[in-house]
């Protein structure tokens, strides 16, 4: 409890040093912050000056700063944006399911592909299944996201019609059909490219680390005794080395999963998937900083915050690690 | 790790009975039995001779002709024609250079300022250990790729005269946020080497703690080095295609790999040849230097037995 307590504590100048930094570096931009506007012609040079007032702009860095922080822990508050007219957080907070259901789906995938490769291939070693797989995950491994999801559209949509109507056997993009926003399995169909298409970057990772994982334990003497004592195969490999095999898995999970709405990203800006990543890309193109700066900061907590709790969760589950 | 007792004991009986070789002989010799890792080595030298040398294969890759817009591969042109008619493999060639070299330096400047600051975090310990790693902490919770297109994006706008070039930048940007993994790996290296008996021994002769370093324990940590460089390549040569493709990278006209598809990505539709090359080149890169990373890992391990026949 100490433990976490203290873990707790250390996260937060890991934090601060994180936002303290972006804060500024957006800040000092030259340009500034109201860059877009200055451009518009439409825009007289008055109403920017107003601007700049009604959005705090004209103090020193250091009270924005303070402000700005106070009103995120405070109010969630992450400013306006500065395109949108529209509050930070209510624009990150209605894409933020849809990238969750993604990334959660695609992460469900993975597991149901990724364990089983593993083990078989950890049992198994230096078999032509092993090869099989090694080789299919160094491909996964080197393939770039957003070629990869390229090639899933140029397969399923452009070459591979479906054979009762003539249409794209699988649609390219967005979340709906026009016209059947509730239809749940209109989304599910949707759903299909980009998921696999992030499932199989991360399964690559995952059988690799799994395998790993696995053969270090099958070497391991208590399972040379549970073979001793006469076990069936089976029991020693799932009972004993499965679940301790499967408990770096669960941390690095745990590490993960921050990383995974990343790795959203490019996904969600191939197939138009309307989620956080989409967001920040278009906030990106058009110079949106808040959008951009509240992007960043809800990941950075996210990684914080899962790497604690990767950390508690290792403690909790294996009693071989003992903090002081 | 996946040795049997076996294998360790041909191994060692294997040492005492061969004639002495040296370590440089047995890396290289480790490495050549690692078939992929050949096989990506020669990919990867064919990809780098290709790439000096276009001009000898090639036509120009900024040449148009308004006639052969978007056509396929043939005879004449491999890779087909793009929307301006441009020839496709020229300029994935010239791409090529660009894209090699972004992943070449924003590697290597990852591992040199990650190898200073693991030295000396190892090294020295106490605060400066302290400092060190909370800054590496906190570059490791970026979430990485948006921090990337935050900074590119920032610095792309300011349009300072000594970032014109966008290929310089996006090899900076890259660099500030990869060195710590090779930083923490250097680090642990270096904790374990210091206590051993020839740091020590270095000590007692009166080495200077930059003699102990450089001559010391660097050289006894180079392997490892290497084998995290190859990684950083292969990694540095995917974002800056990632980076690229999401226009945050190199900017056209200059031509990458990533922004090749970026352009692609509008006509892909109908002309696929278009997204299908530039990808397939990124990979086949990195998957060779991928393999190449494995068979250095297994060739530098004194420890490894080799499993591959």
């Given amino acids: 409890m100490t433990y976490i307590i203290r873990r707790l504590l250390q996260a937060i100048p890991s934090l601060l040093i994180i936002s303290v930094i972006l804060f500024f570096l957006i800040r000092l931009t030259p340009g500034g912050p109201l860059g877009a506007l200055e451009r518009n012609p439409q825009v007289t040079p008055e109403a920017i000056e107003n601007m700049r007032e009604q959005l705090g702009l004209d103090k020193p860095l250091p009270i924005q700063y303070l402000s700005w922080i106070k009103g995120m822990l405070l109010r969630g508050d992450l400013g306006m944006s500065y395109i949108h007219y529209r509050p930070v957080t209510e624009m990150i907070g209605e894409r933020i399911p849809n990238t969750f259901w993604l990334v959660g789906i695609s992460f469900l995938v993975t597991l149901l592909v990724a364990i089983p490769i593993g083990v078989i291939s950890a049992i198994k070693p230096y078999s032509f299944f092993d090869y099989a797989a090694t080789s299919l995950s160094f491909m996964g491994q080197s393939v770039p996201v957003f070629w990869l999801g390229l090639l899933m559209i140029l397969i399923f949509y452009v070459t591979l019609k479906n054979p009762m109507t003539g249409l794209p056997l699988l649609p390219a993009g967005g979340m709906h059909t026009t016209g059947q926003e509730n239809n749940l399995l209109d989304t599910a169909v949707h759903l299909i490219l980009p998921v696999a298409t992030l499932s199989l970057v991360w399964i690559a990772w995952y059988s690799r680390f799994l395998r790993a994982s696995m053969l270090d334990i099958l070497h391991e003497d208590y399972i040379r005794t549970a073979r001793a004592k006469g076990l069936r195969e089976n029991t020693v490999i799932y009972r004993h080395a499965f679940r301790n095999g499967i408990i770096p898995i669960i941390t690095l999970i745990a590490m993960d999963l921050p990383s995974f709405f990343s790795g959203a990203l490019f996904t969600e800006t191939i197939f138009s998937w309307p989620g956080m990543g989409r967001l920040f890309w278009d906030a990106a193109k058009t110079r949106d900083y808040p959008v951009l700066l509240g992007v960043v900061i809800i990941n950075a907590g996210l990684i914080v915050i899962f790497n604690l709790v990767a950390d508690i969760l290792y403690g909790f589950l294996d009693p071989r690690v003992k903090y002081d | ?309």
């Avoid at chain 2, 000396?120 to 302290?130: K, P, Q, V």
């Fill in chain 2, 1 to 309: 790790m996946t040795d049997t007792p076996k294998d360790t004991i041909t191994l060692f009986s294997g040492g005492f009975l061969k004639k002495r070789e040296t370590p440089q002989k047995r890396i290289l010799r480790r490495f050549l039995r690692h078939r992929l890792a050949l096989a990506g080595l020669i990919c990867l030298v064919m990809v780098i001779i290709g790439v000096l040398f276009a001009p000898l294969f090639s036509y120009s890759p900024t040449d148009q002709n308004a006639l052969d817009t978007l056509k396929p591969p043939s005879m004449e042109h491999w890779m087909g024609t793009d929307e301006m008619g441009r020839d496709v493999f020229a300029r994935i060639l010239y791409g090529g250079r660009i894209s090699l070299l972004v992943g070449l330096f924003s590697s290597l400047l990852s591992i040199i300022v990650g190898t200073l600051i693991g030295a000396a975090s190892g090294y020295f310990g106490g605060w400066l250990d302290n400092l060190l790693m909370r800054i590496t902490d906190a570059f490791l919770a970026f979430p990485t790729i948006f921090v990337l297109i935050l900074l590119a994006s920032l610095l792309l706008a300011q349009n300072l005269r000594w970032l014109q070039n966008s290929v310089l930048l996006v090899i900076l940007v890259i660099a500030t946020l990869s060195w710590m993994l090779p930083a923490r790996l250097v680090r642990s290296l270096f904790l374990t080497l210091r206590e051993r008996d020839f740091v020590i021994a270095a000590h007692t002769v009166g080495a200077k703690d930059r003699r102990v370093i450089f001559r010391h324990i660097l050289p006894n940590c180079l392997g490892q080095i290497f084998v995290s460089a190859t990684l950083q390549m292969a990694y540095a040569i995917i974002t800056e295609s990632g980076l690229s493709f999401l226009g945050f990278g190199v900017q056209p006209p200059t031509p990458s790999w990533g922004n090749i598809l970026a352009t692609a990505q509008t006509y892909a539709l109908f002309s696929p040849w278009l997204a299908i090359f530039p990808g397939l080149m990124i990979f086949l890169t990195v998957i060779s230097i991928n393999y190449i990373g494995d068979g250095l890992r297994d060739a530098f391990d004194p420890f490894s037995v080799q499993a591959r026949k």
